[in-house]
């Protein structure tokens, strides 16, 4: 059974289908038809995730399915026995669950809870959570507690091995999402560079013609002279021409685009 379940849980897509292949397995090695995985909540340990369902809970668990689905999802509080087999890290079988000092009387309609054996999942010293069976007629024994036992490291050493290839790939993503960004860097540096070059030549020779048709300097009134010209004649065209307008307008525009580059 366990190595049935390794080679199936290695086409799992999902972290939650490999609980869910736990499942068609396992009752194969322990009867009883209703079962759960879950996982103690990384928000809080007083919570757990529900990862997976058995398809018997899933049909007939309709308070379950209020709030997830085979494929688990939800969060609910730890108490009772689960809490038993949690916090105490250790298995439990109860075959009148009922009687035990820990039990919760379950809500209406819920599935039925004649026998009950729980196993916890850890890596190593670290709690991961519970895997949960109900349903055996005749209530379970030894031997389904030895089985539980040696699935549960095997699930977990499953659900270890997907969490880290899912790490594994988000990581190449993250590496291939910023290496396209230093790309793209790069390319926008180079970019910003040949507009600069041709922009700042545009903005040097506009400031010069402007200051070469407008400011009395003494080489412009020198050549205005020698060309027979009146200096205050070519300024008054200019700005009857609106020509200086212009060249306001070319500094500004160059300016800004200079300032998004």
Same mark, same amino acid.
């Given at each position: 059974?366990?190595?049935?379940f390794f080679?199936?849980?290695m086409l799992a897509?999902?972290?939650?289908?490999?609980?869910?292949?736990?499942?068609s397995?396992?009752?194969?090695?322990?009867p009883?038809?209703?079962?759960?995985?879950?996982?103690v909540?990384c928000?809080?340990?007083?919570?757990?995730?529900i990862?997976?369902v058995?398809?018997q809970v899933?049909e007939?668990?309709?308070?379950?399915?209020?709030?997830?689905?085979k494929?688990?999802?939800?969060?609910h509080?730890l108490?009772g026995?689960?809490?038993?087999v949690v916090f105490?890290?250790k298995?439990?079988?109860?075959?009148?669950p009922?009687?035990?000092?820990?039990?919760?009387?379950?809500?209406e309609?819920?599935v039925p809870v004649?026998?009950?054996m729980?196993?916890?999942i850890k890596? %190593?010293? +670290?709690?991961?959570?519970?895997i =949960?069976f109900s349903g /055996?007629n005749?209530? &379970?024994?030894p031997e389904?507690?030895?089985?539980c036992?040696?699935?549960?490291?095997a699930l977990?050493?499953a659900?270890?091995l997907?969490?880290?290839?899912?790490e594994k790939?988000?990581?190449?993503?993250?590496?291939?999402?910023?290496?396209?960004?230093?790309?793209?860097g790069?390319?926008?540096?180079?970019?910003?560079h040949?507009i600069n070059n041709?922009?700042?030549?545009?903005l040097?020779?506009?400031?010069v013609?402007?200051?070469?048709?407008?400011?009395k300097?003494?080489?412009?009134l020198?050549?205005?002279?020698?060309l %027979?010209? +009146?200096f205050?004649a070519?300024? =008054?065209y200019?700005e /009857?021409?609106?020509? &200086?307008?212009m060249l306001d307008?070319v500094?500004?525009?160059?300016?800004?685009?200079a300032?998004?580059?």
């Open positions: 059974a366990v190595n049935c080679q199936q849980s897509e999902s972290y939650q289908g490999i609980a869910r292949i736990f499942f397995i396992a009752f194969e090695v322990i009883g038809g209703y079962g759960f995985i879950g996982e909540a928000e809080s340990e007083d919570h757990m995730d990862l997976a058995s398809d899933a007939e668990c309709r308070i379950m399915l209020a709030d997830t689905d494929a688990g999802g939800s969060t509080a108490g026995i689960i809490s038993e105490g890290q298995s439990v079988i109860l075959n009148e009922e009687l035990s000092p820990g039990s919760v009387c379950p809500p309609q819920h004649e026998s009950f729980g196993g916890p890596l %190593g010293s +670290e709690m991961k959570g519970i =949960a /055996k005749g209530g &379970y024994d389904d507690l030895k089985a036992e040696t699935l549960a490291l977990v050493e659900l270890s997907k969490r880290r290839e899912d790939a988000k990581l190449e993503e993250m590496m291939v999402h910023s290496e396209k960004m230093v790309s793209l790069g390319l926008a540096a180079g970019m910003a040949e041709p922009l700042a030549g545009i040097q020779n506009a400031q013609i402007r200051n070469r048709l407008r400011e300097l003494p080489a412009n020198a050549a205005a002279e020698e %027979g010209m +009146e205050d070519v300024c =008054a200019m /009857k021409r609106k020509i &200086y307008r307008s500094l500004e525009a160059g300016k800004r685009a300032a998004i580059v």
